[in-house]
T-cell receptor
């Protein structure tokens, strides 16, 4: 079965600094989601990437999909306290498997003032 | 507009009791999903409803777990004879398509 590995597992960053979170799949990626989770707020959809080389941005967050490496990276520029939370990547194991998104274990991001 | 809502937000129950968790999806969303997130682990898919089609129950961990979706809207996840390993945050999501899923705040279940 497909597995997603996120790195790092946790990250503490000085406010204003940039950071990158990676998500690597054990199998071919047909689509990749990035979510942010804050306690009591549920999951917040950030973006979905479908094509190799695709890059999307949401405010100061940019994500890229590298199909060859079976990897996606999430980059935050000039981090702010509001960026703190758990970032989850999710992947589709097949073209018609939207019902069974597989998630990574998450990256816990803390922002130090 | 209103997002996905779940109730209760927290539930503490005794081992062996039955619990019902409710999900109100975003109006008009045809797809509804249940996930479970245990402490220190990622999200685990449980069940998927799409319109009037038979639900995909392939993720349900045991026959103690069941879910219904009435009238294509509200869904109830039922756990019978709860066990301590059922303790987790149960998340519901709805979607207008097969892509973007919008998640509710979750129900935190603690089985004592």
């Amino acid at each position: 079965s497909q597995e997603l590995e996120q790195s790092p597992q946790s990250l503490i960053v000085q406010e204003g600094k940039n950071l990158t979170i990676n998500c690597t799949s054990s199998k071919t990626l047909y689509g990749l989601y990035w979510y942010k989770q804050k306690y009591g707020e549920g999951l917040i959809f950030l973006m979905m990437l479908q094509k190799g080389g695709e890059e999307k941005s949401h405010e100061k967050i940019t994500a890229k999909l590298d199909e060859k490496k079976q990897q996606s990276s999430l980059h935050i520029t000039a981090s702010q306290p509001s960026h703190a939370g758990i970032y989850l990547c999710g992947a589709l194991p097949g073209y018609s498997s939207a019902s069974k998104i597989i998630f990574g274990s998450g990256t816990r991001l803390s922002i130090r003032p | 507009g209103a997002g996905v809502s779940q109730s209760p937000s927290n539930k503490v129950t005794e081992k062996g009791k039955d619990v019902e968790l409710r999900c109100d999806p975003i109006s008009g969303h045809t797809a509804l999903y249940w996930y479970r997130q245990s402490l220190g682990q990622g999200l685990e898919f449980l069940i998927y409803f799409q319109g009037n089609s038979a639900p995909d129950k392939s993720g349900l961990p045991s026959d103690r777990f069941s879910a219904e979706r009435t009238g294509g809207s509200v869904s109830t996840l039922t756990i019978q004879r709860t066990q301590q390993e059922d303790s987790a945050v149960y998340l519901c999501a709805s979607s207008p398509t097969e892509e973007t899923q919008y998640f509710g705040p979750g129900t935190r279940l603690l089985v004592l």
